[in-house]
């Protein structure tokens, strides 16, 4: 496949024309949101350097980019209660055992935020939510007729765990409801946890399945802390980026209670304990594979690889894709991090309805090279027992 940024050889720009600008920190972050909510990493993830660069793109299964999902579906809008199982690709009401019905809404300044639906799943709680303000509100943030308010960062607190600073996704209905809301879908990862209730993240990498009893109800609490808008370019005082989007600073939380036994129950982790040496143009180490961990609506998959060259170099990636039985890819978004010589990876992939079997394909790629190659010769075949 012809190599995208090929297509740009030739081409020229003149800086000239172009006005420099310097965001203030609060921009950069507020930017560094909008791609984590939008960006979808491709099929062969560069390889992360720092932690903090690939949670950027950290991305969880609710993000596929696929809008025939929503074309083709009966609008969310009048199938309340199944965002979920559309997006997910999911029979309607095959979620309902894990997720619990809301419709509680919270108010600030003018806008409701409505949570109709949540469930927790393995290593992330979604979101089914619809957002609206009064015209009155609107014209004073100078939204478009058709823009939409969309959410920002959430807090979510299960008994004394509180999760944020995690990595999120967006999914939005591509048409708003006929009193100006619209309704999305939101994720968010819960591998970063306070456990001591001091503010701090004092812990990453947690599976909070593995620290919920089955047996307990939890209190749950979901803290919209802020929410976007692009504002109408008619108001806006100039083609910048800090006079084109806006931020809400307020309080949108909703309270109920999770239990946990029948995702607890119906998520399988099948250990894997798999050591594949890597040697192919200059990248040479092991791959090491723990085990994958499969729910309802996902399938997560942590690995190693170990240089026995020394450092990584620049550009090189050693990763797993899955395939299904019929050979379709699942393979959706990863994060991670490492050092020099060690690559730490968790892999996200889409569990579909009908996924009985899954097959492991590593991969080894260079993408200064343009170059990647599947080791089938390693690849290995797992059945599970999918609902």
Request: no cysteine.
């Amino acid at each position: 496949m012809k190599n995208q940024y090929d297509l740009l050889n030739g081409s020229s720009v003149d800086f000239d024309e172009y006005e420099e600008i310097e965001l203030t920190a609060s921009e950069k972050k507020r930017m560094k949101k909008r791609l984590k909510h939008d960006i979808k990493p491709t099929r062969k993830k560069a390889r992360p350097l720092i932690a903090a660069a690939v949670l950027l793109l950290a991305v969880t299964p609710v993000m596929m980019q696929n809008e025939t999902v929503w074309a083709s579906a009966v609008r969310i809008s009048q199938q309340i209660g199944q965002q979920i199982e559309l997006l997910m690709n999911k029979p309607e009401g095959s979620l309902s055992s894990y997720k619990k019905m809301i419709n509680e809404t919270a108010t600030d300044q003018g806008i409701q935020v409505k949570v109709n639906e949540l469930m927790l799943d393995d290593g992330q709680v979604l979101l089914g939510l619809t957002i609206s303000a009064d015209e009155f509100r609107r014209t004073a943030l100078g939204l478009n007729r058709d823009e939409s308010i969309r959410p920002g960062e959430l807090r979510v607190k299960i008994g004394n765990m509180s999760f944020f600073d995690s990595a999120s996704s967006i999914r939005k209905e591509p048409i708003k409801n006929k009193d100006g809301s619209w309704n999305y879908l939101y994720a968010l990862k819960l591998t970063q946890a306070d456990t001591n209730e001091d503010g701090k993240i004092d812990v990453e990498g947690y599976n909070v399945l593995d620290h919920i009893d089955p047996n307990k109800n939890y209190q749950i609490s979901a803290q919209f802390t802020s929410l976007e808008f692009e504002k109408n370019p008619a108001q806006t005082k100039s083609g910048n980026y800090r006079d084109s989007y806006g931020e809400i600073k307020g309080n949108w939380t909703v309270h109920t209670s999770v239990n946990g036994s029948k995702i607890i129950a119906d998520t399988k982790v099948y250990p894997l304990n798999k050591e594949i040496p890597i040697n192919e143009k200059g990248i040479k180490g092991v791959l090491s594979i723990k085990e994958v961990r499969v729910s309802p609506v996902s399938i997560k998959l942590h690995y190693t690889f170990t240089s026995s060259t020394g450092s990584i170099r620049g550009g090189t990636d050693v990763g797993v894709d899955i395939k299904d039985q019929n050979g379709r890819n699942l393979s959706e978004s990863g994060s991670g991090g490492g050092t020099d010589k060690v690559l730490e990876m968790d892999g996200e992939y889409r569990n579909d309805k009908d996924v009985i079997m899954l097959r492991f394909i590593p991969y080894v790629s260079d993408h200064e090279k343009d170059w990647s190659k599947d080791l089938t010769s390693d690849a290995f075949n797992l059945k599970v027992n999918n609902k």
